[in-house]
């Protein structure tokens, strides 16, 4: 039951014409499995590389509009495919998103080397969080957009007449994941977000220690039309606020 209000995977593995549109390309790809999608245009990055987590509908393909702002203030950017989305195999869940996310950022580690940064978006937020808590690799910064606090949170929200510890088999608990993170987080909420109500942003944020974090809360804007309503201000805010000085 939780896997179908939860996940919405689209097969469907990105065609080369899809691909050339969308200027982009496989990343770290085998004959049957890729981690994520790149620009097919190599560009500098010398602020380094943020690896970006999607939401729970449509694929990294269809995130090609993140590449533009991000790729313009210095870095590269990684579009993470997770399990069973965009033709790659494997099952949906938390444990397999995680995992296949870890995998992903270490392997973007050993190829780019430091800094690197997560940015998640919507379901993203809570598997960045997770990676953030197990991974070995030293992470500069986080960037989370429409988050939630806690999956168990969301749930009992919108489903206030179903008993959530026992339908839920996910946790996605972003409070506990990034209670230990040492370095600075942007938090971003849509202020008329009908899919995850920005409480949940403003909840996660005021569990989190101070002095690392800084939220956003973008007016008029909704769940899937926030891109809308910002501008390069506004990516360029978020970013300086988790960005570290690379020559240092």
């Known amino acids: 039951m939780q896997n179908r209000f939860l996940y919405f995977p689209d097969p469907q593995w990105p065609t080369e014409r899809m691909l050339e549109y969308e200027k982009l390309k496989l990343w770290q790809a085998t004959a049957d499995d890729y981690q994520g999608?790149?620009?097919?245009?190599?560009?500098?990055?010398?602020?380094?590389?943020?690896?970006?987590f999607h939401g729970n509908g449509g694929t990294a393909i269809d995130r090609g509009f993140y590449l533009k702002p991000f790729m313009n203030l210095g870095f590269r950017v990684i579009l993470a495919e997770y399990p069973k989305y965009g033709g790659r195999p494997g099952k949906v869940g938390e444990k397999p998103f995680v995992a296949a996310?870890?995998?992903?950022?270490?392997?973007?580690f050993e190829q780019y080397k430091e800094p690197i940064y997560l940015v998640g978006e919507s379901l993203g937020c809570g598997v960045v969080a997770a990676i953030?808590?197990?991974?070995?690799?030293?992470?500069?910064?986080?960037i989370l957009i429409t988050p939630w606090d806690t999956l168990a949170s969301v749930a009992k929200s919108l489903f206030p007449f179903l008993p959530v510890k026992l339908v839920l088999t996910d946790k996605y608990d972003s409070i506990e994941n990034l209670k230990s993170f040492e370095n600075k987080i942007s938090i971003v909420g849509a202020e008329q977000d009908e899919v995850l109500p920005f409480k949940h942003a403003i909840n996660l944020y005021n569990a989190l220690p101070e002095g690392r974090k800084k939220i956003w809360i973008i007016k008029g804007a909704h769940h899937n039309d926030w891109?809308?309503?910002?501008?390069?201000?506004?990516?360029?805010e978020i970013v300086d606020f988790v960005k570290i000085d690379v020559d240092q």
Request: proline share 9%; charged share 15%.
């Open 37 to 52: 999608l790149v620009s097919a245009v190599d560009e500098p990055a010398p602020n380094g590389t943020i690896v970006l």
């Open 132 to 142: 953030a808590k197990q991974t070995s690799v030293p992470i500069a910064g986080i």
């Open 227 to 236: 891109p809308v309503y910002t501008d390069v201000s506004l990516f360029t």
């Open 101 to 108: 996310g870890l995998e992903t950022v270490r392997i973007a």
